[in-house]
Each structure stands twice: as C-alpha cells, then as structure tokens.
C-alpha cells in the first residue's frame, strides 16, 4: 500500500529531520522532490503542482509562526498539505442507513459489501445485504457466500428484477439497523447502466451512495468518481486493493478532489483487512510517524490487548507472549502494515525479512508450544539439550529452532532501539510530535 508513496515521503521526512541546516534554497531542493515522489506515485500533474505551490507559498512567501524554525515549520506544512490532499477530516458511517453500493465490474465491489456489513456488526448493528446485480453470473450466490461469512442476512428476489428487488427488500427489511444494496457492475458511461442506477436511486432513496474504486486505477479515478456521481450521486467512495499498487496515492488524491470522501479502504482480500480511511493517521503512517492509535484499535479487535501491544512497541514480552502476539498479528493483517503503524518503524525494516518472518510464523508457533513454562518465560535458558528436544517435540530442525530464538531477540533489540512511544519523546521528533498535534 505504501511502497512507492510512503518510501519516498518517510525518507524525505528523515532528511528534513536529520538535515544538517534548511534554508529557502533547501527548500525548494525538498518541494522538487516532493514533486517527483507524488507524480511516481500517479498523483495527477495538476494536483501535484497545486500541492508544491500551497506549500512554497506557506513556507518561503508568509511569516512563520512564532516559536517555529523553518524546518519544523515546513515539516508541519507538508504534513498539513498532504493530509488536506489526501482526504482533510475522517468520515464514519454508524448511523441508521440505507446504502446503495455501486462500482466498475471487478473493483471488489460485492467483497467490499461483506466488509462494510462486518464493519457494521462490530458497532452492533444489523446489517441485510440485497442483491440487485443480475448481470453478473452467480453475482447474487457469491453475496449469499459472503453474508453467510460475516453472519449477516442477505436478500436474493426470486424474479431477479433488480427493482421489484429493492422494492420488496426496503418493506421486508424496514427494522433492520442497515440495508446495503448490491448494484450491478459496469463502466460509468454504460447507458444501460447510467438509466439502471438513476431509477434505483429514485426507488430505493439512498443516505449514502458509496462508490468502490480500484487503488490501481491511479489518477484515472477521478473520471470514475465523477461520472458515477453525476449518475447516482456519490455521497463516499471505498478504494479497493490498497494493497497492490503503487498507484494508491493517485487514487485517493483524485477522488478526494470531486467532493465524495473516501470513507473506506480496503488493504487486503480478506474480510477483516478493512479500514475507515483517517487522512491523518494514513499521513502520519506514510511520513514514518507511526499510528499507535490504529494498531492499538486493531489490537483490540484481534483480541490482543492494548497492554499486549504496549508490550510489543517497547521490545518488553517473553516467548509466550510472542506466540499469542504470532497468533493475534496474524488477524491485525500483514507484518509491513503493522510495523507502519510503529513510530519509527515504517519503512525502516527490510520488507524480505518481514515476508520472511510471516512464512515462518506458523512453525514458530509449533516450536514454541514445544516449550515448557519456564522456556518460555526465560528464553536464555534455552541451549543444548532442551534446543533438541522442542526440535524433536515440534518436528522442526534445531536450526528453525535457533533461527526463532535469534528472530525473537532481534525483534526485542529492534523495537527497544527504536524506543516505541518514547521515540517520539525525544530530541527533534518530540518537537515534530508537538507540532502535528500527535497523541500517543
């Protein structure tokens, strides 16, 4: 999700910080190359160019604040621009809904549905889920497989007219907390699809009409939004794939821009890799900063605890509570999105050795269960014989087992180097924090 984008801007952010002294000639050096990571990234030319002068102009042009230097105030206005070119305030759905979905064929519409229905059966709120895509084969039985997934209810019309279908579902389902309706998918400038959608909207008169866009269209999103918004009157949009392109930045700038907020992304293909879209934890992520209030959100939900995690960010855990962070991180989502979310850690760890580590986890865990309390508790202890014996008792090689002792120490002198929280307390990141308004 971040290659390309969060790479280029957590390594400029390093050199604003660590840089031995800015001044305008500097600054233009840093807007230059701001240019370039966003236009690599597939951010439209003419936003790009937008951004580059809001932030000379701020910087070179007007005062800067009382009790900032230049460096720290051209860190805050990058930081400011970005998140107001990504998106500017979060925007949630947790009220009583009638949602009508609606997107390209194959943007992940239908599975973007059963995340937006679990979304909402974690608020405590029930979700039905209609079927209104009759065009696509087995559109319909593929939103069944979904609903019976996340354990939500979902409507399928016998006759398969997709308006007797919203029809009957708005009076069959009238108690239900939120109806979620699946519309055919097709190009935005299909005709038959524009007269489809635009009496659908008249029929089932939605609070939101939330639009799903592939990250790798890029740029190229913009027109989508639009078009689909002149057709149904886009109210969000849920970019989809976040996960595999480098394009992502171009999509969430363009269609940011049309006035529909991006309210969701989707950052994987299962159904818990999900995520209310927040420009200014997505931006803070992306500089390098962390989002510790993300993953402690994520932690809870998988049922590893804030203090488990807190154990996590500070390199203080035993071998037990490595495996139950093994088996908890395997439900918060890839280790590269994890560690984005540590202050200090995005980008800074080898994505080869995360792949690497990801591959192994499940063997760690079969070792680690090979070990009686005590080796869990005093990993120190373990050498020789006892390393033999969890081999034997966990049918992995002494090697493996060397290899996760190693893994373990080396993750506990990572995260203790790089401090966790009380990295951001220190020397020139305290004062960045400060600046950004950063609560961890």
Not at 285 to 292: F, I, K, N, S, V
Request: hydrophobic letters at 40%.
């Amino acid at each position: 999700m971040f290659d390309t984008l969060g790479k280029g801007l957590s390594g400029l952010i390093r050199k604003l910080v660590t840089g031995t002294s800015i001044d305008k000639k500097s600054v233009e050096e840093i807007l230059v190359e701001l240019k370039k990571i966003l236009l690599q990234s597939d951010v439209d030319t003419k936003l790009a160019d937008e951004l580059i002068l809001k932030i000379r102009k701020k910087t070179l042009e007007e005062k800067i604040p009382a009790g900032l230097t230049l460096r720290e105030y051209v860190l805050k206005v990058v930081y400011e621009e970005l998140v107001a070119l990504l998106g500017g305030k979060p925007s949630e759905l947790t009220e009583k809904k009638r949602i009508m979905v609606v997107g390209l064929f194959g943007s992940g519409k239908t599975t973007s549905i059963g995340k937006l229905a679990k979304y909402f059966l974690k608020h405590n709120m029930r979700p039905v889920l209609i079927a209104l895509d009759f065009y696509r084969p087995a559109a319909p039985e593929q939103l069944q497989q979904i609903g019976k997934q996340v354990g939500a209810q979902v409507y399928v019309h016998n006759k398969k007219d997709s308006f007797e279908a919203a029809e009957t579902a708005l009076k069959t389902f009238s108690k239900y907390d939120v109806l979620i309706f699946d519309t055919a998918g097709r190009n935005a400038l299909d005709k038959q699809l524009a007269e489809e959608l635009k009496k659908l909207a008249q029929v089932i008169k939605p609070d939101e009409v939330l639009l799903t866009i592939p990250a790798d269209l890029g740029k190229v999103a913009r027109v989508q939004a639009e078009e689909f918004h002149k057709l149904a009157g886009v109210t969000g949009v849920i970019i989809t794939k976040m996960d595999g392109t480098a394009k992502a930045g171009g999509a969430l700038a363009a269609t940011s821009v049309t006035g529909a907020k991006v309210k969701f992304i989707g950052t994987g293909e299962h159904l818990d890799n999900f995520e209310v879209y927040n420009p200014t934890r997505f931006v803070s992520r992306l500089l390098g900063l962390g989002d510790l209030q993300t993953l402690l959100e994520k932690a809870k939900e998988s049922e590893l605890g804030p203090e488990k995690a807190q154990k996590l960010i500070e390199g203080k855990f035993t071998l037990q509570d490595f495996m139950e962070q093994i088996e908890a991180m395997g439900k918060m989502g890839p280790l590269q999105q994890v560690a984005s979310m540590i202050p200090g850690l995005g980008g800074r760890i080898p994505e080869d050795l995360l792949q690497k580590q990801e591959e192994k986890m499940k063997r760690y865990k079969y070792i680690i269960q090979s070990m009686t309390k005590f080796e869990r508790q005093n990993p120190d202890s373990i050498e020789g014989s006892r390393i033999k014996r969890i081999a034997k008792g966990s049918g992995c090689s002494e090697t493996e087992v060397r290899e996760l002792l190693n893994q373990y120490n080396q993750m506990k002198k990572m995260m203790k180097m790089f401090g966790g929280k009380a990295g951001l307390e220190r020397g020139q990141l305290k004062n960045l924090a400060k600046q950004f308004g950063f609560k961890l």
